[in-house]
């Protein structure tokens, strides 16, 4: 290993060292991405994936690049549109689908690539503040986490925010190392994240407190532009859809969201022993308790660094405030800690960067950690990509895109079911699906007992 590490550092296969661990990574976290859409969480790419699928059937100008909902192909003025996010996750999983044809795996691979994305740039960051070591110690232990072998696939905004949120750091930090293109790589993370979702105002905050000891007041300044433009173009666009600056429920939704009211799913989630105990719990599952340790180890020493106190505080605010703020929907969804990756496998790796004498003892307690990590999080991560929860949605929308002619309806039962039952059936029925009005079909779905009937009206 040792050899190997003296090969890669040479700066003529620095390329060839960025590609390799963007490949491995890739193809490890890259399995049973054909998985249908029933699993821990799958909902979602049956939701991200209804609308992408729409962006391809309508076109981008048709669809003004609002998030169009529908299942069936409907007239614009029946447009139902999701504003509560930026279009860019099913925008690029519409170019994976124009590219490589509508299934699971082509809306899979934005977020897999986007995760190998992540993997790539905290081997760069690393490298960038303290060398070789550090950066590709931090990268490999977030690699081996189950948070990133099952939820770094998963289509949801987190892995391409959190892509994003990595280019706007490494950018802070070449800026305070005087090197090229800093500024565009921190103006275009920002930008990029706030197409995605809520996640990059909180870089914008860590970026600040990271750069601010320059004192280029002015750039800084232009990073909050960036935030306030995006923000306010995010709620003109949503006018421009809906006719209303708040339209398709946006404020209702970031009340529950961030816990300022109770959520009728999960009241409980209002509640700070619950969140707390249920955050630390899914930190040491989807983690594993080894990278805890070992991060909040690395604490210790990196505290007392001055060179790299900002940057770990910069990781740390990305990390707990993104999912902290959003309380409600952290709760609920294990994934919205995935911004904490970062920090932890910076801490652990500095820690053993800090500890390791020389390259060997570096070599040794690296594996070591790494194997713990992927050890204790294997059975989980099973677990996860054995899951087969929504299973009889997924295969109910199949059975009515066999049995309903194009263009009629279906009423669906129960609609206590129907928030996250509804984007299964849509997706794999291209059928509209209805809570109500006029319809042609009926569906009634016992989610407990796995047991559904279609009947014609």
Known sequence: MMRLLK???????????????????????????????????????????????NYVSYGYIETRFGQIVNGERTKTEGFDFHTHY???????????????????????????LSTAGVVTVIFLLGNELSGFKFGLGASLFALVTPMFRYFGKNPVHEPVA????????????????????????????????????????????????????????????????IVLIMSLWHFLHTYMLTGYFFGGDFIRALLVRTSMVKSAT???????????????????????????????????????????????????????????ILSNATYLHSYFIFSLSAFLSFSASYLIFRVARNNFGWSMMTVLLASLVFLGGKSLTIELEESNEDRIAVEAGEEIKRTVPTGERVLFRPTNYGYWIIPHLSYYSDREILEGGEYEWTLSLDYINEKYSLTKK
């Not at 279009?87 to 809306?107: C, D, H, K, Q």
């Not at 949120?165 to 800093?182: D, F, T």
Request: charged share 10%; hydrophobic share 60%.
């Open 162 to 225: 959190m892509f994003f949120a990595m280019i706007a750091i490494w950018g802070a930090v070449r800026i305070l190392k005087r090197h090229s293109y800093g500024w565009l790589l921190v103006y275009s993370g920002i930008a990029l994240g706030m197409l995605t979702n809520w996640m990059a105002p909180f870089v914008a905050v860590g970026v600040t407190l990271l750069v601010w000891s320059k004192k280029h007041y002015t750039r800084i300044a232009a990073i909050w532009l």
């Open 266 to 324: 999960d009241p409980s989630a209002a509640n700070l022993i619950v969140f707390l105990d249920t955050v630390v719990l899914n930190i040491s599952d989807f983690f594993t308790s080894a990278l805890l340790v070992a991060g909040l180890g690395g604490v210790f020493l990196w505290i007392k660094d001055r060179n790299l106190v900002r940057f770990f505080a910069c990781l740390l605010l990305l990390g707990l405030g993104y999912p902290f």
């Open 7 to 53: 090969i890669f550092t040479k700066n003529k296969l620095a390329p060839l060292t960025i590609l390799a661990i963007f490949i491995i990574s890739a193809l490890f976290i890259g399995q049973n991405l054909n998985k249908p859409f029933w699993g821990i969480h799958d909902y979602n790419g049956a939701f991200f994936g209804n609308i992408a699928k």
């Open 86 to 112: 930026g279009p860019l996750l099913p925008i690029l999983i519409s170019i994976s689908y124009r590219l490589f044809g509508i299934s699971e795996w082509a809306t899979r691979l934005v977020p897999l």
